[in-house]
């Protein structure tokens, strides 16, 4: 698609926002791009979007994305989170995580970064990506100020523009917890455990005012509205434990949320939500149906949750499950949690089995929604399978790389990619082989 030509069309609207073009009546070409890609009508497309049940994030200045859209009635997206921390991390390893992240089936990455060089990271990241990229503004306004005393309102906002004119397509915006929501999180047994959260909480409490991002909502909307920057609602009280789910805090934050949707959307600016955290499996259908009832329907976007808070270092398996669950009662998109969760930094093998993990569960997902060519995959791999079609099964995989390792792993002389058999049957007990005799029979 000719993105950069359409851009330089749309130019003389003040509001360059999918949605505003959306109410117009009029199909973009991402609109259409987006329907090609998940074989719906482009006018169902551009209904969502003008009622705000779908996003497609798609700054005006990352003219060499390849749009995809965010909605329940789409394909369960997954993102992956990249970034530097103050410690460890530099553009060369962030363009590498990100090509992993592409590579395994990421549709969106959000780049976290934290220290070194944060802006030169992300205008790197923003040129090699094909995939809508976010960022948490707040980190790089904290990284800049040496604490929170002397960071101002008109600070943020002004890191907020510059983001949004380097191309950033979507932001986490912790605009949702308020000052009066702080003493139900003494009640917690994990408090805030937000980095974002943690940072607007410190704020409030230091200078004694309301949450700044909350204030200041309409002129970060102006912003968004100027370069359809597509905003993430925070949830800062995202629950940190089990024990913490679906309490006060979280559910006076979300009510918020809500309030903060309806004023996107009378500005045309599109909106997703985010949702919590470590949850119990029976509570997340219930914490997704409350989601779509306060905030109309918005897109919602979920870290994880996880359904259990004793899987350190197989974290990316306690939030797929999770995930499978929160995406099937209406998630839109699902954030990965790599194994290292709560234990440092990811690498790349974290990164690569934190997405295969997430995908399968989006997948999952996916075909009990019936959504359209869900199972398309599924039934192709099957044909491969009773064919002892092995490069067809390898081609077909979520995780291509590891299947054909696993296999060569255990082949050996005798099973090969030309055997109709593998290493866990052999030649006498494959049940496929011998149905496959007594059809002949």
């Excluded at 055997?419 to 866990?424: A, G, P």
Aim: glycine residues 8%.
């Amino acid at each position: 698609m000719n993105r950069k030509h359409a851009l330089e069309l749309r130019r003389g609207d003040a509001v360059q926002t999918q949605m505003h073009f959306a109410r117009k009546g009029v199909v973009t070409p991402e609109m259409e791009h987006v329907a090609r890609a998940e074989q719906v009508p482009v006018e169902a497309i551009r209904d969502e979007l003008a009622r705000g049940k779908l996003v497609i994030p798609a700054n005006i200045h990352h003219v060499e994305l390849e749009p995809m859209g965010i909605g329940m009635s789409l394909r369960c997206k997954i993102n992956a989170n990249i970034g530097n921390s103050q410690v460890t991390g530099d553009a060369s390893t962030e363009l590498e995580k990100l090509r992993v992240s592409i590579e395994c089936g990421a549709d969106t990455v959000m780049d976290l970064s934290t220290g070194g060089d944060i802006d030169g990271i992300r205008k790197a990241i923003i040129e090699a990506s094909p995939v809508p990229l976010g960022t948490v503004p707040i980190y790089q306004a904290m990284e800049r100020h040496e604490s929170v005393a002397t960071m101002t309102a008109d600070d943020i906002l002004q890191l907020i523009e510059h983001q949004a004119k380097q191309g950033v397509d979507y932001m986490t915006l912790h605009a949702g917890l308020l000052r009066e929501h702080l003493p139900l999180a003494k009640r917690r047994l994990t408090g805030i455990v937000s980095r974002g959260g943690a940072i607007m909480a410190q704020w409030m409490l230091e200078h004694g005012a309301q949450n700044p991002i909350y204030e200041r909502w309409d002129d970060i909307l102006d912003i968004c509205a100027r370069h359809d920057v597509t905003v993430s609602a925070g949830d800062g009280l995202r629950p940190g434990s089990l024990h913490d789910a679906s309490d006060s805090a979280q559910f006076a934050e979300l009510k918020v949320l809500g309030e903060l949707a309806r004023r996107a959307r009378d500005k045309e600016v599109q909106i997703m939500i985010e949702g919590p955290g470590h949850v119990p499996f029976d509570q997340i259908e219930m914490n997704v149906r409350r989601q779509i009832e306060e905030c109309d329907g918005a897109p919602f976007y979920v870290l994880g949750p996880l359904v259990t808070d004793i899987g350190a270092g197989h974290d990316h398996i306690t939030s797929a499950i999770g995930g499978t669950m929160a995406a099937f009662a209406g998630a839109a998109m699902l954030c990965y949690v790599p194994p290292k969760e709560h234990l440092g930094l990811p690498d790349l093998d974290d990164v690569r089995a934190g997405i295969v993990a997430h995908k399968i569960a989006a997948h999952a997902a996916d075909i009990a929604r019936k959504r359209p060519g869900a199972r398309d995959r599924d039934d192709a791999m099957s044909r491969a399978r009773y064919g002892f079609d092995w490069e067809k099964q390898f081609e077909l995989a979520l995780d291509p790389q590891t299947a054909r390792s696993m296999h060569a792993q255990t082949a050996g002389k005798e099973c090969t990619l030309e055997s109709d058999y593998c290493s866990m049957c052999g030649p006498r007990f494959c049940a496929m082989k011998v149905n496959k005799a007594l059809r002949a029979v």
